[in-house]
Structures are given as structure tokens and as C-alpha cells.
């Protein structure tokens, strides 16, 4: 593994070059089979135990190409604003990897379902427009497992297929270059990609989860000299899995890149392999000319031919789009660009939504799924929709905390009940009895108690010092194991010492 | 007694209908046929005994219940080793599938079954129907019952020379460039290749996928009906399948059988015959012409220019498809794997070499080559682009044809059977043997050959092809059957009949 050791300042970089991107995503489709046969695509199942004939590529078996997929793909072409095919094929695309079952993929070559499309993403206020060249289907193969001490094919002891994934639907987006975007290249690249996972969430096509593979991201970039309008040599880095990672990867190949280029270099074109841990892009195979796989309309498949009224009904059910949605929500909720920016890279734009329909406030709503149900998710490696948690639930926990059933504290013990599986809110509040002490006698005695075991904090309060309170709230709550409101047991030592 | 094997399987069919046999007295009767002359002919790779008896059994039961599956219900077949057929090995000729059994059945096997025919057992073929002569099986050659020192025709010698030596009374054979229709003519059978998508290719290992079909080889015009009936048919599991239902075409090969072609359009392709074809397979062809002159048919001259461009056609498309179909015998996941020799550590890409170099003959390499060359980037559109111009251009001289005939005729293969051995060193001279054949495949039309009488200078089985239309398959058993009668009338009975006797042992 040989990483470039040095790198250009990217301000600098900027200084000299303009980027310019190209964004490769390939989305896996949540339809309950795959693409060309009827087996099942959960993800993580038994390894080898959702395959048949087809997708195990056996002598004899063929492709029936699923219809629920097809449409998908329209739908996504339709969102990114794409022409819709009224013929399109597959075709083969041939060569040889233990994990391709016939040893060549089915996929689209130079007949995409959807084409010659485009989006907007906003970055610091600036629009930038991504003209997508096309969107096309293709199968997904199976996954090698290289067992050993490298993890890598090379030097593995030997490596294992699982074809549960081969043959699942997947659909490639690709973007023309995207010039001019300077300095926030690596930001619209972001965007691009979140702007994208958002708008497969709405369609409801993709699980989109980035960390089990079904969003998977290429990122090509190449330099120009500053102001040349041209295009430089490009690199395709793979592998880059998560939105910060994009944003990473294109700001390391941008002072990479500089850095090769300023020392009189030229750039390889190549594929490069992204590596979280450490930050840095590393030399994959070399990708030339010589890269030939033989393309061929797939014989075994006749060709798809959406009829436009088909296209038309799609059209009709498309959601709202991201970013219209976006600026409408943002207006509604009253959210500064920073919060509205947070909410969306944590994935909660719709759960936050939800939660406020539900009654909560746009403020506390954001405030517990950025917060605390992030944090959980994340020690529990999962995205915030994975949650056992519903908006319903939270916006539940909220009204109770504003109806001082409970407070801050117990309620995120209430969500522990939720999320532990105990049930509701109301469910969790009685079984593990969080109700906040509203029995005046109860409270009444708890001060009394703690009056009379400090009484110097008491004396201080009576001549005046009523910061010294808090002390004494302390060990009421401390009592009453935090079941009682911080605010009425303060009202009641202040009368009780005045 | 009458000897079963002797039989038309529309005559069983009767016989069982009658309760004058049973399909365990059909089954054994073949099973002791194939073991008495299969030794010779080497047309099966695997006999399944067991297997066979037992659907027999089945058949017999259903039978004595009322409840019969379908007109051939009980009356036993054979199948092309290309067919994947569950818990029977299908090699495909290869060595590099060696004893792989299939978890599940082609939809024409699952038919087969479903109709209650007993599946004797596994015919041989070229490898990977690769050949005309089925030379090119891995497990060696199959010798044609007419002598035994010569070929069958390939790729389906093994289905052809079953059915003609009396082993199976019917057969199942595919046709990708006439593998059906050639080993048909030299061994005096007839062949079906049904319309492109009137038989699901599901389960049927690809050759070349465009071309591939799966059809009937029988003894008689009204059996291959019979049986394309039980197999053809719209498939969910082939996309290329016809959603088109089947013209009824054993009513068909019965109104053909009165022998009468009044009315019946009947054109002689121009480009099929003259140099290339053997003087006595063109005797024979002119005399079926003019018994179906006689019988009233109108013969017309038809010109289809393209034609001789169909065999360079064909050559480029077919290798193209299946150098790639081919490339998923990677010792990966089943079939042969040989670990190469003098490499530490070999990678699985040391490996496929390995098996690939090991597991697949001459010519299956030699198109392999061929194919991967001609889709190779910077070469596609000069060869493989041009072939399905070409394609397009046979397809068009077929339309224009049909507007004048209602079917059209010419010999089957230029040739009769030659002699083991005779072409193995020249490819090319073995590919001449499909010339009449191959631009039925790759327009995609129908055709059949039926025999047309024995070469008076070798005193071999030549054949007559008629083609028709895109699902006017009807058409080919109307006028196969005529032509039918029509010539055993003027030998006193079927061809077969002077086979000569196979020493049984």
C-alpha cells in the first residue's frame, strides 16, 4: 500500500486549479426480490440462502427482468428530471470475478432507462446545478469474504462467496462533470449525495443505508489549471461510504492532485480506494483503455419499453422535491441554515417532521433526535430511523415534559423504556413508575428532611443567600430519586426558609 | 409379437389408450434396445433405468385411474445432455460439467415429466452443441445407425441416432444452426426447430442464446406434433418465450397426411442448392418437389440474396453469444476444477485458467476465441454490428419469400453423412454442413426436415427442409406431412424400414 506522502494546502490547491466532479452512486433498490429472479434481498441472511438457478448463474437457468425494479428506476430518473427511455436494453458487460456468478453482469450500456437529467443542491447560498448524464439498472454481484491475516485477496488463506447479494437491483446515477464549484467542491459533492439519499427516502425506493452498502458512492475528480475551462486527467475513488467521507475524499484528491500536478507530475487515470481510518486515498488497479468488457445487448432479455403512460402515473406520484421540500420546511419550522444543515446530514428531516405533526414543537423535536436518540444511535451503530423509537413516541415524551408529568431527566429514562422495548411512553412512565411526586405531603416532608439535615445551607438561605438552594433541591431530588419537579421543590424551601 | 421399439409414438399412444401395452412394457422394451444396440451407436451418455420405470409406473397408475396427463402420457423419450434435467447428470458433451446434476429442470424437462413421458436417459452431442457431427462430444462420438462408420449429423447426433436405431420413439434435440434438422436428414428422422420463443430455452445451457431452440425429433411428422405440443408454449421463466398460444399443429400434420397440397404455395429457395450439394441429395429433392407439384401444390422460384451471407453471419454471432455464456464455467461453483501444476499458491484466476485450458475442447476454444475477439471493443461494430445487419437483411429476404410462398423448401444439409473422422482437421468444411440451416436460426422461423430418400451414390438418408413463417409452425406440419406420404407411397412404406439391422448383443 503505497500512499502519497505529500499533499497541497487545498487553499492553495484552489489557487492554481479548478476541480472538477463526478459523482458515481450506485443505490440498491428495497424491492422484495431481485432483479432478474424471485429470491428475497434482506440484508443479512445466512450466507448462500437466498439464490436459486438464476442468480447462481447455473448452466440453463435465465433473467426475468423484475417490473417493481423498472419502476423504481423510473421514478428516480423522473425525480432527477431525466428523459425516460421508450426502448432501452441490457446488455452484458463481461469479465471475469469470482463473485459474478455468470462472470459477466447484466447491466445497461449504452441504452439507460433514464438520461439527460439534472438537480440543484444549495451550498453557503450558492445554488450549483448537476446535470445527471443517466441513470441506468444493473444486477449487484455477490460479496468475497477473504479470510486471513490481511483481510485483502492478497495473502488471503483462502476466500469465501456469499451470493444472497448477487442479483439484487441496483441502479447507477451518474453526473456529468461539475465545474465551477471551486472552493466548495467537496461541500456540493456532500450535498449532491445527501440531496440524493433524501430524495430516494422520499420515493421510498431504497433503504439508502450507507453503512450496510445499499448507497454506495464513486467519486471521480481531475484538476484544470485555474481558469483553462478544460478537464484534467480523473481519478475514481471507490468505496467512499458515508457523507463526511465524501466530502473528505474529494478534498484529499483536490490537494493530491495539486500536489502531483505542482511537482510537474501528471495524474494516472485510475481507480483509487478510500480509506476511512486514516483519511487518505491509496492506488487501486490501473484503469486504461485496456479495460474491455465487450459489451452485448443481452440475448436472453427483450427489451424494456415503458409505455408513456406509465411514465405518466409515475410522474404524478412523484413526492415533493428535496430541496423545495426543504426550503418549505425550513420557512415552517423557523430553523437557522446550521440547524436545518444538522438536522439533514443526521437523517432526521423526517423524523423531525413527523415528530412536529405529532404534536411537539419544531425546536424540541430537533433537540431529541439531534441529541439524544443521535447519541444512542450512534453507540448503537445505527441510523436514527433504525431506532425502535417512533415520532409518535417522542413527541409523547415531549408533551409530558411539557405538561410537567415528567421531567428532562425521567424522560430519558422513558426513552431508555421505549427503546429497551417496554412500550410506550405512558406504558414505560407507569411500569416503572416515573411519574413525577406531585403529592404535596410527600415533597412537603422531603424538604423538611433536608432542611433539617443541612442547617447551615438553611441559615444561609434565610439570610438571603437563595443561590445556596440549589444544594438543598439537590438532596430533595436525591430523595424523591429524581422524581419530583426541580421548580416547585425550589418554591417550596424558599417558603419554608422565608 | 409386435417389437414396441418398431413403433410410431402416435401408435403407442393408441396401443396405451387401448390397454394393449403398458408404458412399463414401452420403457422396458427400449431400456433392453438401448442396452442391446446403444453399445454401438453410443447415442445415450447416461441411461436412467430406474428413473424411467419408475414415471412408467406412474404413467400406468394415472392410467388405470382415469386420469391420463396427456396424449403421450406414458410413451418414453430421450434428451439432449444440453436439456438440465434434476437428479440426472447433464454434461452438455463437456468434460468441464462432468457428472454435474442440475437442482432443478429445463421448463421443457418439467414438461416432459408433467406429461407423464419416461425420460430414458441423456443423449450425446457435440460439446456445447458445438459441431455438426457430434465428433466433438467429450465422451466420444456417436456412429449413425444407417453405418456405423459414419456421423449422425451434430449437434444432436445422439437424440437422432437414438430415435433412428429404434432406442427412444421420441427425442428431444436442440437447434441453434440446424442441430435438429441436419442429424435429422443424415439419419432418415425427422426434426423440428420450432419458431424462435415457441419453446422456453429455460434450463436449455445456452449456446447461442438468439439462436438456441429447443424442438421434437421422431419418426414421423405426426409424433414431432405430438410432442412439440406437449413442450411448446408460453414460458414466464424464458422472457424471449411467445406469448402467442400454438397454432394447432396435430391437426395439421392430419390434414397433411391425406397427402393432398392443393392451393399450397410452395417456394424453392434459389441460393439453397447447386454448387456445394451432393449430386443424389439433389435428386432426392427434386423428386419431393415434383410429387408436391403433382399433388397440387404451386412451386415458385424464390431469391433470397442475403443468404449467402448467412453462414459468415452466423459465425460471428453464435461465437460472440457464447464465448460469453461460456465464461461462467470458472471452476468456481460446480463442474470440473483442476489446480494447475508448478504454481504455489495458485489464484482463482490460476485456477479458471486451469480448468478452462483442461475442460473444454478444440473447437469450443477455437469459438471461445472467435467470439471474445469479435465483441472485443474497436472490433464490435466492424463484426458483430455487421452480422446483425446481415441478420436483418436474411430476415427481410424471408418476408419478401413468404409474400410469394406460402412455405419454402431446399435439401436439408448439402450432403449426406460422411465418414467419422472425414472433417475433423477442417472447420471450416465442417461448418458448410449448416449452410441450408443456419438462416432459418437467424431469422428466427420455423422449420423442419422430413427424409427424402437415400443417395443412389451412397445409398445414405438425405432430407428436405420446409420453413415457414414466425408462428405458422402448423404450416411445417402440413406440408412435412404430405410430403410424407407422398414418398412413402413411393418406397411402400418408411424410410427407416431400410436401415439395416444392427447386430443386437
Not at chain 1, 447479494?165 to 462533470?177: K, Q, S, W
Request: aromatic share 6%; net charge negative; glycine share 10%.
Amino acid at each position: 500500500m503505497s500512499v502519497t506522502g505529500t499533499l497541497v494546502d487545498f487553499d492553495a490547491a484552489l489557487e492554481q486549479f479548478d476541480p472538477a466532479l463526478g459523482l458515481e452512486v450506485h443505490v440498491e433498490l428495497n424491492t422484495a426480490s431481485k432483479m432478474f429472479c424471485g429470491c428475497p434481498t434482506e440484508f443479512g441472511a445466512e450466507p448462500n440462502t437466498q439464490t436459486c438457478p438464476t442468480c447462481l448463474g447455473l448452466p440453463g437457468s435465465m433473467p426475468v427482468v423484475n417490473r417493481s425494479a423498472v419502476e423504481s428506476a423510473m421514478k428516480i430518473g423522473l425525480a432527477l428530471n431525466c428523459e425516460i427511455a421508450e426502448w432501452c436494453r441490457f446488455a452484458r458487460k463481461n469479465y471475469f470475478y469470482p463473485d459474478m456468478p455468470k462472470n459477466f453482469q447484466t447491466s445497461q450500456y449504452d441504452e439507460p432507462i433514464a438520461f439527460d437529467g439534472w438537480t440543484e443542491v444549495d451550498v453557503d447560498g450558492t445554488t450549483y446545478r448537476v446535470e445527471i448524464e443517466r441513470a441506468h439498472m444493473e444486477e449487484d454481484t455477490g460479496k468475497s469474504l477473504h479470510v486471513g491475516t490481511s483481510g485483502r485477496i492478497h495473502g488471503a488463506d483462502y476466500s469465501l462467496v456469499d451470493y444472497n447479494r448477487a442479483g439484487i437491483p441496483l441502479i447507477e446515477i451518474v453526473t456529468r462533470p461539475v465545474m465551477g464549484t471551486g472552493a466548495h467542491a467537496p461541500a456540493v459533492a456532500r450535498a449532491y449525495v445527501g440531496q440524493l439519499r433524501e430524495l430516494l427516502l422520499g420515493l421510498g425506493v431504497s433503504d439508502v443505508r450507507m453503512e450496510q452498502g445499499s448507497l454506495r458512492c464513486d467519486v471521480n475528480l481531475s484538476l484544470a489549471p485555474r481558469g483553462s475551462g478544460g478537464l484534467g486527467t480523473r481519478t475514481e475513488t471507490k468505496n467512499v461510504n458515508s457523507l463526511r467521507s465524501v466530502e473528505r475524499a474529494v478534498r484529499y484528491e483536490i490537494s493530491r492532485h495539486a500536489a502531483v500536478l505542482g511537482g510537474g507530475g501528471s495524474i494516472l487515470q485510475e481507480t483509487r480506494h478510500w480509506h476511512e481510518d486514516t483519511g487518505v486515498t491509496t492506488s487501486g488497479r490501473e484503469k486504461s483503455d485496456a479495460d474491455d468488457y465487450r459489451y452485448f445487448p443481452e440475448p436472453d432479455l427483450v427489451p424494456v419499453a415503458p409505455s408513456r403512460e406509465w411514465v405518466e402515473d409515475l410522474r404524478a406520484t412523484l413526492p415533493e422535491p428535496p430541496r423545495v421540500r426543504r426550503a418549505r420546511l425550513q420557512q415552517d419550522w423557523g430553523f437557522s441554515d446550521l440547524d436545518m444543515r444538522d438536522t439533514i446530514g443526521a437523517g432526521a428531516l423526517g423524523l423531525v417532521e413527523e415528530t412536529i405533526a405529532a404534536g411537539a414543537s419544531p425546536q424540541a423535536a430537533r433537540k431529541w433526535w439531534l441529541g439524544e436518540l443521535a447519541r444512542r444511535a450512534n453507540e448503537t451503530d445505527n441510523e436514527l430511523t433504525a431506532l425502535p423509537v417512533t415520532p409518535a413516541d417522542v413527541a409523547r415524551v415531549q408533551a409530558m415534559v411539557d405538561e410537567k408529568t415528567i421531567n428532562d431527566k425521567l424522560a430519558r429514562q422513558v426513552l431508555d423504556g421505549v427503546l429497551a422495548g417496554e412500550g410506550t411512553p405512558d406504558e414505560v412512565v407507569a411500569s416503572r413508575g416515573l411519574a413525577v411526586v406531585s403529592d404535596e405531603g410527600a415533597l412537603s416532608a422531603a424538604v423538611d428532611t433536608a432542611i433539617a439535615a443541612n442547617p447551615e445551607v438553611a441559615d444561609k438561605i434565610r439570610d438571603g443567600k437563595v443561590a445556596a438552594a440549589g444544594a438543598l433541591i439537590g438532596a430533595v431530588m436525591k430523595e424523591m430519586r429524581g422524581q419530583a419537579d426541580a421548580g416547585r421543590v425550589r418554591e417550596l424551601i424558599l417558603e419554608k426558609l422565608s | 409379437m409386435t417389437d414396441l421399439t418398431r413403433l410410431d409414438a402416435s401408435v403407442l399412444a393408441g396401443m396405451l389408450d387401448a390397454g394393449e401395452t403398458t408404458s412399463v412394457d414401452l420403457t422396458r422394451a427400449h431400456l433392453d434396445r438401448i442396452a442391446a444396440v446403444d453399445g454401438a451407436v453410443h447415442a445415450f451418455l447416461q441411461v436412467d433405468h430406474e428413473g424411467a420405470l419408475a414415471a412408467a409406473r406412474a404413467s400406468d397408475a394415472r392410467r388405470a385411474a382415469g386420469d391420463v396427463a396427456s396424449p403421450l402420457d406414458g410413451v418414453p423419450i430421450a434428451v439432449k445432455d444440453v436439456i438440465a434435467t434434476k437428479g440426472l447428470t447433464t454434461t452438455v458433451g463437456s468434460k468441464i460439467l462432468e457428472g454435474w446434476v442440475p437442482p432443478y429442470d429445463a421448463t421443457v424437462a418439467a414438461r416432459l415429466r408433467a406429461a407423464g413421458l419416461p425420460i430414458l436417459g441423456k443423449t450425446n452431442m457435440d460439446e456445447f452443441a458445438m459441431g455438426s457431427s457430434t465428433e466433438h462430444s467429450a465422451y466420444g462420438p456417436t456412429h449413425n445407425p444407417w453405418d456405423l462408420d459414419r456421423i449422425p449429423g451434430g449437434s444432436g447426433g445422439g437424440s437422432a441416432a437414438a430415435v433412428a436405431a429404434f432406442e427412444a420413439p421420441l427425442a428431444i434435440g436442440t437447434d441453434t444452426g440446424g442441430s435438429i434438422r441436419q442429424p435429422g436428414a443424415v439419419t432418415g428422422t425427422v426434426g423440428v426447430k420450432p419458431t424462435y420463443g415457441g419453446v422456453s430455452r429455460y434450463g436449455l445451457v445456452a449456446m447461442a442464446n438468439s439462436l438456441d431452440q429447443a424442438g421434437p425429433v421422431t419418426r414421423s411428422v405426426l409424433d414431432a406434433a405430438l410432442l412439440h405440443e406437449v413442450i411448446g408454449g408460453h414460458d414466464p421463466l424464458d422472457s424471449t418465450s411467445l406469448i402467442d398460444p400454438l397454432p394447432t399443429l396435430v391437426a395439421a400434420a392430419r390434414q397433411g397426411a391425406s397427402g393432398d397440397l392443393a392451393g399450397v404455395r410452395i417456394g424453392v429457395v434459389n441460393e439453397l442448392g447447386g454448387e456445394g450439394y451432393q449430386e443424389g441429395v439433389e435428386a432426392r429433392f427434386d423428386d419431393a418437389v415434383r410429387l408436391m407439384t403433382e399433388a397440387g401444390a404451386d412451386v415458385v422460384e424464390v431469391s433470397c440474396p442475403s443468404f449467402v451471407h448467412a453462414l459468415a453471419a452466423y459465425y460471428l454471432i453464435m461465437p460472440s453469444e457464447a464465448s460469453s455464456n461460456l465464461a461462467r464455467f470458472d471452476a468456481m461453483r460446480y463442474g470440473l476444477r483442476v489446480i494447475p501444476e508448478g504454481i504455489d499458491n495458485p489464484s482463482a484466476e490460476d485456477v479458471m485458467r486451469a480448468t478452462r485450458d483442461a475442460g473444454f475442447g478444440e473447437e469450443v476454444k477455437r469459438r471461445i476465441i472467435l467470439g471474445t475477439y469479435a465483441l472485443s471493443s474497436g472490433y464490435y461494430d466492424a463484426y458483430y454490428g455487421q452480422a446483425q445487419k446481415v441478420r436483418t437483411l436474411i430476415q427481410r429476404d424471408f418476408a419478401a419469400a413468404f409474400d410469394q410462398a406460402d412455405v419454402l423448401v431446399s435439401p436439408t444439409a448439402p450432403t449426406t453423412a460422411f465418414r467419422i473422422g472425414e472433417k475433423l482437421d477442417d472447420p471450416l468444411a465442417m461448418y458448410l454442413n449448416d449452410i441450408a440451416t443456419i438462416p432459418a436460426n437467424l431469422a428466427g422461423v420455423p422449420g423442419i426436415s422430413v427424409p427424402s430418400g437415400l443417395a443412389e451414390e451412397d445409398g445414405l438418408p438425405a432430407g428436405v427442409q420446409v420453413l415457414a413463417p414466425a408462428l405458422a409452425d402448423d404450416r411445417l406440419y402440413r406440408v412435412g406431412a404430405a410430403l410424407e406420404t407422398l414418398l412413402q407411397k413411393t418406397w411402400g412404406g418408411p424410410l427407416l424400414g431400410r436401415a439395416p439391422e444392427l447386430e443386437t448383443r
